[in-house]
């Protein structure tokens, strides 16, 4: 079902590292741990946070797990809120990476989202190539299609 | 339609209002009373809302149905910096103190109507707010009638929506049903909720078992608590998904009667008929919208309504076409009404009960179901030496119960990539997207409500006797700390000086603790 087992992007060897999270009350995390198992059959490494994060406990994790992008899911219409609040945590930490917002999100407020520093939307019903495909794609979009030297 | 005369029933016994059920807990079913359109709704703040009933009231609606916003759902106050921020009066209306209980019912006579809380962790403050308003306005606690869905297992297992750990919550559940036993004998004190495990993506048959094994947990709970089942089994009800593989649904609700009443009469001791009968509400599948082609969705929601009829359901909510883009608008609520409108009028299915009974691949389903419900109480007994209810323990604290969901999610996720299930709009017959979601007809909540909100809580502790309010917050605690206390007057009390659920529930966490879930994917 996968597109294919390489998870890592061109010019760099080691696997994608992406922190999955739910920021504040809303409690639906079945399509966080849908995209979780799917990235993870994309050759990925995902550290799945959960529940009730933070916009602190997410950058945490970034930081300790040295990952390359940040997967949020939302489902209880706080998107516009909350999209700003962790942009800036990004470049608060002095961090360059992307994030890609799933779930419940109108079509009208996608543009405003990527305005506010989102690199991805995904919607209910993306399949599994498209969730990966989103993912590399903001991970490629953050490195400038420079070569990543470890 | 053609004026053909029709019976009741067809068939040979158990009929349906006889043990155990499986044709359904009434003789005649629809044709003597038509399930109830319960349709659920929330919005803003307590003042609008009170406003929304008055009109359900004055155009002869007597059952109010109140849905609160999530920082109200997590026990947290409006003026939560933290986890309030951005959610106050989004979901559902924000209750803090008891003034905004007030609010919300003002006007309204709480001894004549019917009223239903959806709300779990924090459910016995809101409980205790009611029975406040109550006897403010002179009512009598025992003339209250409702439902508060206070059901905290699958809270863990699904829903997510948990403030204490399992073991001190439930018995907080178990005192509310000894006291709703004692004083309030018209109240409904848990609704024990497949709902949302099926939306968490569990399959029929799993919903099914592990909605069951839940309400036998709160039935051996409220046992060794002291409780005669004949007591309080008849105010259990239950609230059951109807998703899109139909002949499914309908095995699942009538597997459902037979099971309870077999397992009630069985092993639990029931002796009366009506601790026998399983009730239950029916919503549609949520989670079976698609985006994609919105307004297809409403012949989705039609084909789940027709199997929640023709399960014998209670009462049924339809889901607005527009759900799986924005909170339902206006519009698209009347529509999901309309539907099920059209099942009990013009289909003819409400004329006789269980008109499938006796289809040999109907009969089939419901063994079916059975069966495989019957291997996850065998699990659960196993798992807990015997006991459902520490099975269910054992089954949240080792993962069984998220797990098994979260692998049911994943395989049904799998099959609509690969394609071998079809999801109209999705998978296939994609063609006829027209990519025009431009919001213009979605519902928006404006940032005013939280303003508002933010200034009627401080408005309320700047007027109460702090000193008071710190007091009961004490014996909140206290209660707390004795395993004989009963949490409920202590929490009436403090709800009574305006302490707010957020203090009532940092002072019950203070003894019993928050759960934190493991991170399990």
Redesign the interface.
């Known amino acids: 079902m996968t597109d294919s087992p390489q998870a890592a992007v061109a010019g760099r060897t080691a696997p994608i590292r992406v922190v999955l999270a739910k920021l504040g009350l809303d409690g639906h995390d079945r399509g966080l741990k849908v995209v979780a198992r799917m990235l993870r059959d994309a050759g990925m490494e995902v550290i799945y946070l959960g529940l009730r994060q933070t916009t602190d406990t997410v950058i945490a994790a970034v930081e300790q797990e040295d990952a390359d992008v940040i997967g949020l899911s939302m489902h209880n219409a706080g998107h516009l809120a909350l999209a700003p609040r962790i942009v800036q945590a990004v470049s608060d930490a002095g961090l360059d990476v992307p994030v890609v917002i799933g779930g419940i999100v109108p079509e009208a407020d996608v543009s405003a989202l990527k305005e506010m520093g989102i690199s991805a939307v995904l919607h209910p019903g993306a399949s599994a190539v498209a969730v990966g495909e989103a993912v590399r794609e903001a991970v490629r979009g953050s490195l400038g299609d420079q070569p990543v030297h470890d | 339609m053609s004026g053909v005369p029709v019976d009741p029933v067809y068939g040979d016994g158990p009929l349906p209002g006889e043990f155990p059920y499986t044709r359904g807990i009434y003789p005649e079913m629809y044709r003597s009373r038509l399930w109830t359109m319960r349709m659920f709704a929330g919005f803003g703040t307590a003042v609008d809302t009170n406003g929304r009933f008055k009109e359900i009231l004055r155009h002869g609606g007597t059952g109010l149905s109140t849905a609160f916003d999530?920082?109200t759902?997590?026990g947290?106050d409006s003026d939560d910096e933290?986890?309030?921020?951005?959610?106050v009066g989004?979901?559902g209306v924000a209750i803090d103190t008891l003034a905004d209980m007030e609010d919300l019912f003002a006007d309204i006579d709480l001894g004549s109507v019917s009223t239903s809380m959806t709300i779990n962790g924090p459910a016995i403050v809101a409980l205790a707010q009611y029975i406040a308003v109550a006897d403010k306005t002179g009512v009598d606690r025992a003339a209250l009638s409702g439902t508060i869905q206070n059901d905290i297992l699958k809270e863990y297992q699904a829903?997510?929506?948990y403030i204490f750990p399992p073991r001190p919550s439930m018995r907080i559940v178990t005192d509310m049903m000894r006291f709703t036993t004692a004083e309030m004998p018209r109240w409904h004190p848990v609704s024990i909720s497949g709902y949302h495990i099926r939306?968490?993506?569990s399959t029929a048959a799993q919903e099914l078992g592990f909605t069951l094994a839940n309400g036998f947990a709160y039935v051996e709970a409220a046992q060794a608590a002291g409780l005669d089942v004949d007591d309080f089994a008849a105010r259990l009800s239950f609230f059951f998904n109807s998703h899109s593989d139909f002949f499914e649904e309908i095995g699942k609700y009538r597997a459902a009667r037979r099971i309870w009443a077999t397992w009630m009469r069985q092993r639990y001791g029931a002796a009366s008929e009506r601790s026998l009968m399983c009730r239950f509400h029916t919503q549609t599948a949520g989670?079976s919208l698609?985006?994609?082609q919105p307004e297809i969705n409403i012949a989705r929601v039609a084909l789940q309504a027709l199997a929640g009829a023709l399960g014998g359901t209670q009462s049924l909510h339809t889901d607005a076409y527009d759900e799986?883009?924005?909170?339902p608008t206006e519009k698209a609520a009347r529509i999901a009404l309309r539907t099920q409108q059209i099942v009990a009028h013009e289909t003819g299915v409400a004329n006789v009960a269980d008109p499938l009974g006796g289809s040999a691949y109907v009969e089939w389903m419901t063994d079916e179901m059975e069966r495989r419900a019957t291997e996850i109480f065998d699990h659960l007994l196993d798992l807990g030496g015997g006991s459902i209810l520490e099975g269910v323990y054992e089954g949240i604290d080792n993962g069984y119960f998220v797990g098994q969901?979260?692998d049911s999610?994943?395989r049904f996720?799998?099959e609509?990539?690969?394609g071998t299930r079809i999801?109209v709009g999705?998978?296939a017959f994609t063609e006829g997207e027209d990519?025009d979601?431009?919001?213009?007809n979605?519902l928006r909540?404006e940032q005013d409500t939280e303003d508002f909100q933010l200034k009627r809580l401080a408005a309320v502790k700047q007027g109460r006797d702090d000193e008071a309010v710190n007091r009961s917050l004490e014996a909140v605690r206290h209660a707390a700390e004795d395993p004989g206390a009963n949490l409920m007057p202590p929490i009436i009390e403090a709800v009574s000086g305006y302490a707010t659920e957020g203090e009532i529930c940092d002072a019950l966490a203070s003894v019993f603790g928050r759960y934190v879930?493991q991170?399990i994917?």
Do not use: F, H
């Open positions: 999530m920082p759902l997590m947290r933290v986890w309030s921020a951005g959610e989004r979901a829903q997510k929506e939306e968490a993506g989670v698609t985006a994609q799986a883009l924005a909170l969901i979260a999610a994943y996720e799998r609509v990539n690969d999801i999705v998978n990519g979601q431009d919001g213009a979605l909540i879930e991170a994917v």
